[in-house]
């Protein structure tokens, strides 16, 4: 759990999973913040799940959120850590999709990121595969292979696959961005955390509008 006097991986060791009976796939309904029917112009009617992975483990030591983490707050959240992740998941993405004739939205990842290039090209072949799936969330990546990956992948299904770079930057590259309350750029406030909208469902600015989305610090 620590290197060096470092964490790791989650300070919640019981809450990783390796198997869930339900599904590696929440439905939205279940957190929130989510919401579950999609009612944004865009992607609208789809039905909204999350994933979660193990945070630290599946993020670089450069997350400027390493030690203080949002999963630090999260002692009840399922943690999913499996082998066979992909072949998990693209069962369950196609029993979703055979379930909601409108299509499915992923919010990738609840906690955790993108861990590695190959788990980038399972989601964009899930995206080649499944023209009625979209995908949206934040990544600490940056500078590196995986980040290249997924930078790709926005490129490749630009309207079905929005993944941000969690940072205070202005977006004037070909990233979008998500910003801290310090954040003094062009930006827009998350109007799920401002009260203005009660869910992701209903709002859909992060898949939408290209400059920084603003969050309160947690």
């Known amino acids: 759990m620590y290197n060096g006097g470092m964490k790791t991986t989650t300070i919640y060791q019981k809450s990783i999973k390796s198997q869930a009976p339900n599904g590696m796939l929440k439905k939205g309904s279940s957190n929130k913040k989510l919401g579950f029917k999609v009612t944004a112009k865009k992607w609208l009617g789809k039905r909204l799940y999350s994933l979660t992975l193990v945070e630290r483990e599946t993020c670089p030591t450069t997350c400027h959120h390493w030690e203080d983490c949002y999963g630090n707050n999260m002692p009840f959240a399922h943690r999913y850590r499996n082998a066979n992740i992909d072949l998990i998941l693209e069962k369950e993405i196609k029993v979703l999709l055979a379930k909601h004739k409108e299509g499915i939205v992923v919010r990738l990842h609840v906690l955790g990121d993108f861990y590695s290039v190959e788990y980038v090209n399972f989601w964009l072949e899930m995206l080649d595969k499944h023209p009625k799936l979209s995908i949206f969330g934040y990544t600490a990546r940056k500078g590196d292979m995986i980040a290249e990956c997924i930078q790709t ?20 590259s070909d990233w979008s961005y998500a910003g801290e309350e310090s954040f003094e750029g062009a930006f827009f406030d998350c109007p799920e955390q401002s009260g203005k909208l009660k869910d992701c469902a209903s709002c859909g600015l992060c898949w ?10 947690h």
């Open 153 to 172: 992948m926005n490129k490749t299904f630009p309207d079905r696959c929005v993944i941000r770079h969690s940072g205070n930057f202005d977006a004037d």
């Open 208 to 217: 939408t509008v290209p400059k920084t989305v603003r969050f309160k610090t």
